[in-house]
């Protein structure tokens, strides 16, 4: 299996573009949650999907951020207009069921840099 | 959930034990101990976990006392590539109800293995 694919690896953009990240859960996995870490803030969630159904969205920041998983193989996380406090590694996550017996494998991450 | 108290570093040797601990003074009986950690530049990746009984797979052990108010990650023979934040979690594992496997991360230990 090749694990979560995370893309893009590294993301420069300037301030009110839109950003655009995408991730691939492991097949047959039935859980997505979507991550930041930064210095300040560590490593917090962001979104939960359950089945491709946002179950937990109380990590996002604010209306700029979107998350959206049309199937089981694919979810987006959109920023849109993108702030310099953006800034920060994204990590996709997933696994086979919600429950925290459940291993939860991370990806590769993707550096986001908002100039 | 339980709040962790870890320390902020530690410092070990080549091929000696590692002793990772960690203060969850007030864990619920239904709460589990999780370990993950982060190697530079990686997403996190998961270590081992135990509710009550010490634990043991190809990793580490995890050694949870009595009280269960703290627990120690062994990793037996440590290598430059344990090298990392470790990462001590504490959440309830509700399978039957509605809880969900939500990782809280705190700013762990990082450990530096030494030739």
């Known amino acids: 299996d090749a694990g979560v694919i995370q893309s893009p690896r590294h993301e420069v953009t300037e301030m009110g573009q839109e950003v655009t990240l995408r991730c691939k859960p492991i097949?047959?996995?039935?859980?997505l949650f979507w991550y930041r870490q930064t210095m300040m803030r560590g490593l917090e969630l962001l979104i939960y999907f359950n089945n491709n159904v946002p179950i937990d969205d109380s990590g996002m920041p604010e209306d700029r951020f979107s998350a959206k998983m049309p199937n089981a193989s694919f979810s987006t996380l959109k920023i849109q207009p993108s702030e310099p406090r953006d800034s920060a590694v994204y990590f996709c996550?997933?696994?086979?069921?919600?429950?925290?017996?459940?291993?939860?494998?991370f990806g590769p991450g993707t550096r986001l840099l908002v100039l | 959930d339980a709040k962790t108290t870890q320390p902020p570093s530690m410092d070990c040797a080549e091929g000696r034990a590692a002793n990772l601990p960690c203060n969850h003074s007030t864990i619920s009986g239904n709460e589990y101990v999780y370990w993950y950690r982060q190697i530079h530049s990686q997403g996190p990746q998961y270590i081992i976990h135990?509710?009550?009984n010490n634990e043991t797979n190809e990793m580490a052990s995890l050694i949870i006392t009595e009280d269960r108010k703290s627990s120690t990650l062994i990793l037996p023979h440590a290598t430059l590539r344990d090298t990392a934040v470790y990462y001590c979690i504490v959440r309830v594992d509700n399978a039957g109800g509605t809880s969900y496997g939500k990782l809280t991360f705190g700013q762990g230990t990082i450990l530096t293995v030494h030739p």
């Open positions: 135990g509710l009550k």
């Open positions: 996550a997933s696994s086979l069921r919600p429950t925290l017996s459940e291993t939860q494998y």
């Open positions: 097949s047959g996995h039935n859980s």
